[in-house]
């Protein structure tokens, strides 16, 4: 094999062939370096890389393909940020943007980072990069579209617009409404920078040529530490089932006959991928405490009480040890995700209820409780000692067939309550709805 190169958004694979012939892989994250380095091409070719949501190609890896006499080659994005980090070890730069980052002329990530559209559609670009921003303005001001003082305007209006929703619709918006903003909206159609693209293609040329000269070759890198973080990422790939994409690819297909399973499973993971794309961990600065936790409540859901029933559990779900750990954080940010806007859901799920057709299901349900408890004068009943502490337990071991939760605090606040308090309240007036009406069993479920 002579290439691998890592694309998506800025280069498509058709592209990429017209320069050379290379194996187009998606956008690059975690170990996606290694196990290209792994299949012992001449050269390795960066272009877009995942920033969030996804954990990002690891410096390490890169060195290491370095260190196995592997060319890797860097530009336009992700590429860009990782050749001017490891220009000392080796790696390949090519570009502006490269040697912008190589020199501090740029120094944020968010300068190359845009939003798209999944790869099943494209990798559609769906907003603009701020460096082809930077670069159109610049081209505008040579032509004389634009003032130097609009163009500085307009630059410093792009950069406070987050990446994900910076277009430039909404940069020509920010900026103002005066002739020179109606100039460059006017010369935007012909005039427009792709400053990624520009540099994706001279990085291609670059590696064209080097491909082309069977009589180079690539430096070798320090030798990478074998650290115990990079050894477990060796150790996740290495062990990685041939037969576990093509699994998962199977059990989605199975999904897909149960067509409100599958809409439901859809909707969750959607959510899931908005809340890690949302969150600024680093994999390396995780709160142990907080994993241990997390995997101490899974094993009591699942009934994992023994190591042996863990692993297990990992082998029927197609996972490794590190890839448990992956799936634990993940649970905590997705988590940590919804506490910071519990204070914003209700409409969302009340919106939710209404688009299911559960709302007046549940609405009746509630009217027939408030009638009730008005009727009986029940919100002045006293209850005994005995009668409070069976109400959890009828609570949770009649209705929802599950064990009473250690901390009923932790459990208030997982369904959007304040505390314990609250909770004992909505029991208490489930447990007196129930009673009146023959003590029938009412709502429940199990989680």
């Known amino acids: 094999m002579n290439a691998i190169v890592f694309t998506g958004p800025t280069l498509d694979p058709d592209t990429v062939r017209n320069y050379l012939n ?35 190609v690891w410096h390490k890896e890169i060195i290491w393909a370095i260190e196995q006499g592997i060319a890797v080659f860097g530009s336009a994005s992700m590429g860009a940020l990782r050749a001017a980090e490891l220009d000392a070890f080796g790696m390949i730069g090519v570009g502006k943007i490269f040697e912008d980052y190589l020199s501090g002329v740029l120094r944020d990530d968010d300068e190359v980072a845009v939003l798209h559209s999944p790869a099943e559609l494209g990798y559609k670009l769906l907003s603009e990069p701020m460096v082809s921003i930077r670069a159109t303005i610049a081209k505008a001001c040579n032509d004389r579209v634009l003032t130097s003082e609009a163009a500085e305007r307009i630059v410093a209006a792009a950069k406070a617009i987050h990446y994900r929703d910076r277009t430039w619709g909404k940069v020509l918006s920010a900026a103002g409404d005066d002739q020179n903003i109606q100039r460059l909206s006017e010369w935007l159609s012909n005039g427009r920078v792709d400053a990624k693209r520009d540099d994706a293609c001279a990085m291609l040329s670059r590696m064209a040529v080097f491909l082309g000269d069977e ?70 600065t995780d709160d142990r405490d907080a994993l241990l936790a997390r995997m101490a409540k899974h094993r009591a859901q699942e009934g994992l009480a023994r190591r042996d029933d863990i692993l297990r559990w990992l082998a029927e779900n197609d996972l490794d040890e590190a890839d448990y750990e992956v799936l634990l954080r993940d ?33 009746a349900r509630a009217d027939a409780k408030a009638q009730m408890m008005h009727e009986t004068n029940a919100s002045n009943q006293e209850f005994s000692v005995p009668e409070w502490l069976q109400m959890p337990i009828w609570y949770f071991e009649e209705l929802l067939g599950r064990g009473v939760p250690e901390d009923l605090d932790v459990y208030a606040n997982s369904v959007g309550l304040a505390g314990r308090k609250e909770l004992m309240e909505l029991i208490r007036t489930e447990f007196l709805y129930g009673r009146d009406r023959g003590g029938q069993p009412v709502g429940g479920g199990t989680e």
């Open 331 to 363: 649970a905590n940010r997705v988590e940590d995700v919804i506490s910071m806007r519990a204070d914003r859901l209700e409409p969302h799920l009340l919106a939710e209820l209404r688009w299911s057709g559960d709302y007046s299901v549940l609405k």
């Open 22 to 56: 290379a194996e187009v892989r998606a956008p690059v994250g975690q170990g996606d370096v290694y196990r290209a380095a792994k299949d012992k091409p001449r050269a390795i070719g960066i272009i877009d890389g995942y920033f969030d949501g996804v954990p990002s």
């Open 215 to 284: 009589h180079v070759t690539q430096t070798r890198s320090p030798r990478v530490e074998r650290t115990l973080v990079w050894q477990r990422l060796v150790r996740r790939v290495d062990n990685e089932a041939p037969d576990k994409q093509a699994n998962g690819q199977l059990v989605i297909d199975e999904l897909r006959l149960n067509p409100l399973q599958y809409a439901a499973i859809r909707d969750r993971a959607a959510l899931r991928l908005l809340a890690l794309q949302n969150t600024a961990h680093n994999d390396e």
